[in-house]
């Protein structure tokens, strides 16, 4: 038997994120201190941790046939969840806990934010979720940029495929203002090129979360989005 099976076993099927995991968010949200979570605390690990355990278990079969290489991993410790602390040190926002949710299915090859990833994103105002590479290190930024001025038509060819602009829009990130050292402003995509991170989200509204069907939708749009995950995955010599 998996770890998966042994956790699907335990917690059951996924039947989508109820009311109070939203309630939960919307009330950490004005209470966002070391007390109010102490004391709600197993109500968390009840209606927070449980059923997003039960969504990766559900998503780990999708996501071995859309993209294998990228892993759900159920642990609530080192897996796909994202931990609910934040890191204050060097923020002038000193709140400790993530009003919200969320889980990152990386590469194999990852083993932080930094690494290509399917992402899901969920709080008490609405939901997203997509995939791509958040802020790559200056080496892996550098090799998408070169991948995108070497392959100019397969990128055109990602960047415009229907399946990315209906799902989500097109191709989102922060970008600098002016070409990054090794290309000029007539370097083919350089728009693209000056971004610091690649990534596609699609958004919508809570209620969508509300039954088991929400597996799919995830699973369908993470489809949408592999031209992009497999142009990134390959610009860092991974295998798709």
């Given amino acids: 038997m998996t770890r998966q099976t042994k956790t699907a076993s335990k917690l059951g099927p996924f039947r989508g994120f109820r009311p109070d995991f939203f309630a939960f968010f919307q009330e950490l949200s004005a209470n966002n201190n ?3 979570f102490i004391a709600n605390k197993a109500r968390y690990h009840e209606t927070v941790v449980d059923p997003i355990v039960s969504f990766i278990v559900a998503m780990a079969p999708r996501l ?4 294998p290489r990228f892993v759900a991993d159920p642990r609530t410790h080192g897996g796909s969840m994202f931990r609910i602390y934040r890191d204050v040190r060097f923020s002038k926002d000193k709140r400790p806990y993530k009003e919200h949710a969320a889980c990152h299915f990386r590469h194999e090859a990852g083993r932080d934010a930094h690494a290509p990833g ?6 008490h105002t609405g939901l997203s979720y997509g995939g791509g590479i958040w802020q790559p290190p200056g080496e892996a930024l550098f090799r ?3 991948a995108i001025a070497q392959a100019p038509e397969r990128w055109q060819a990602v960047v415009s495929a229907d399946a990315l602009g209906g799902a989500f829009g097109g191709l989102t990130g922060d970008a600098l203002k002016r070409p990054p050292r090794g290309f000029t402003t007539d370097t083919p995509h350089i728009e ?10 699609k958004e919508t509204d809570i209620e969508a979360a509300g039954s088991a069907e929400f597996v ?7 489809r949408s989005a592999t031209p992009l995950m497999r142009f990134l995955t390959e ?3 991974l295998p798709f």
């Avoid at 071995?64 to 993209?67: G, S």
């Avoid at 399917?118 to 709080?123: E, K, L, R, S």
């Fill in 216 to 222: 799919d939708e995830v699973a369908d749009t993470f």
């Fill in 118 to 123: 399917f992402y899901v994103h969920i709080d």
């Fill in 144 to 146: 998408i940029r070169t």
């Fill in 235 to 237: 610009a860092l010599d």
């Fill in 34 to 36: 070391r007390d109010w």
């Fill in 192 to 201: 693209d090129i000056k971004r610091k991170s690649f990534f596609v989200i």
């Fill in 64 to 67: 071995e046939q859309i993209a």
